[in-house]
């Protein structure tokens, strides 16, 4: 059974930087295309940023350019290190793995029904 756990949390004041991880158990992370999501207060999922098995990554707009997502396949981890965190980056984020193709096509960050396995999430607050 394949089970993801997520760590590195915390409430942090704006312009900090946070480094999240997400430990994959019963199976080889590169095995699956591995997406981190997060749902703030009041607001819908959103796919913050995804990774294939060849090291492609992809990102939701508004975390361009300040969220970068990794993997460490001999660690079976997953990373994303967040930078010049904003308070509207405050919200639980959660690692997620689909596999490589959905629907006749190669898994993405936009087919979030793809994703079958899910964390439990980690919180990140960030202050003003």
């Known amino acids: 059974q394949v089970k993801l756990v997520e760590s590195g949390g915390d409430s942090v004041e704006a312009g900090r930087s946070l480094k999240l991880s997400c430990v994959v158990s019963g199976n080889t992370i590169n095995s699956y295309y591995m997406g981190w999501f997060r749902q703030g207060p009041d607001k819908e999922r959103e796919g913050v940023a995804g990774i294939d098995s060849n090291g492609h990554e992809s990102y939701g707009d508004s975390v361009k350019g300040r969220f970068t997502i990794s993997r460490d396949s001999a660690k079976n981890t997953l990373y994303l290190q967040m930078n010049s965190l904003k308070p509207e980056d405050t919200a639980m984020y959660y690692c997620?793995?689909?596999?490589?193709?959905?629907?006749?096509?190669?898994?993405?960050?936009?087919?979030?029904?793809?994703?079958?396995?899910w964390g439990q999430g980690t919180q990140v607050t960030v202050s003003s």
């Open positions: 997620a793995a689909a596999g490589t193709y959905c629907r006749g096509g190669y898994s993405s960050l936009g087919e979030e029904t793809c994703f079958g396995y």
